[in-house]
C-alpha cells in the first residue's frame, strides 16, 4: 500500500514563529488532505488539497503532485496551533484515506 | 457545525464485552469509513461502507468486528468480544466531495 512520512517527528516553537511540516507519499494520489488533533483528540479538516497551493488564514499548504510531497505552512504561530498535524492521502476517488504518523507540534509562550 | 455526530463520546467496557458504536450523519449519504487511532499513534483504516455494504476492510477487521447501519441512518461499528488491545480512539467519517469529514470519535477502553 501507499506509505505516507511526515517531518518533522516533533516540533517546539515559540510563540510567534513560523514552521513548516512535510509530508512525503509513495505514489499518486487523488486525495490529500491536513489534519489539526486538538487536544480532545478531535480532527480537524485544514485543508483539501489534491495540488497546488491554498491558504486560509496564518496557514497555506502546497502539494506538488509531481514530486509526491505536501507542505503545510504556520505563520505566526499560537498556542492553540499546539497539538499533532496529520496527511492522509487516498490514491482514488472515495476510498479509504492512509493517514502519516503525524508531527506533534508545541506552541509556547 | 459537526459532519457527522458519534455516541458515546466515551466507552468503558470490561474485556469480553460486547460493545456497539454508533455514528449519525448530519444528511443522508451513502459513503462511509471507520478508522481507529490506538493512543499515540496514527489513525488506522478499518473499513469502508458504501449503500449498505461492506466495499473494502482492513486486516484489523476481523470477524470480532462488525458494521451495519440497522434503520437507514444510524451507522453502527460493534466489537463482539472486546480485548485490551482494542482501547482506541474510533472514528466515523463520511465521503464528501474529494474529502473525508471525520466525526468527533468515541474513546474505547476496554479494561
Known amino acids: 500500500g501507499i506509505q505516507v512520512e511526515q517531518s518533522p517527528p516533533d516540533l517546539i516553537l515559540q510563540e510567534g514563529a513560523n514552521s513548516t511540516l512535510r509530508c512525503n507519499f509513495s505514489d499518486s494520489v487523488n486525495n490529500l488532505q491536513w489534519f489539526h488533533q486538538n487536544p480532545w483528540g478531535q480532527l480537524i479538516n485544514l485543508f483539501y488539497i489534491p495540488s497546488g497551493t491554498k491558504q486560509n488564514g496564518r496557514l497555506s499548504a502546497t502539494t506538488v503532485a509531481t514530486e509526491r510531497y505536501s507542505l503545510l505552512y504556520i505563520s505566526s504561530s499560537q498556542t492553540t496551533d499546539s497539538g499533532v498535524y496529520f496527511c492522509a492521502v487516498a490514491v482514488g476517488g472515495y476510498q479509504k484515506v492512509t493517514f502519516g504518523t503525524g508531527t506533534k507540534l508545541q506552541v509556547i509562550p | ?111
Open chain 2, 1 to 111: 457545525e459537526p459532519e457527522v455526530t458519534q455516541t458515546p463520546s466515551h466507552q468503558v467496557t470490561q474485556m469480553g464485552q460486547e460493545v456497539i458504536l454508533r455514528c449519525v450523519p448530519i444528511s443522508n449519504h451513502l459513503y462511509f469509513y471507520w478508522y481507529r487511532q490506538i493512543l499515540g499513534q496514527k489513525v488506522e483504516f478499518l473499513v469502508s461502507f458504501y449503500n449498505n455494504e461492506i466495499s473494502e476492510k482492513s486486516e484489523i477487521f476481523d470477524d470480532q468486528f462488525s458494521v451495519e447501519r440497522p434503520d437507514g441512518s444510524n451507522f453502527t461499528l460493534k466489537i463482539r468480544s472486546t480485548k485490551l488491545e482494542d482501547s482506541a480512539m474510533y472514528f466515523c467519517a463520511r465521503q464528501g466531495v474529494g474529502e473525508q469529514y471525520f466525526g468527533p470519535g468515541t474513546r474505547l477502553t476496554v479494561t
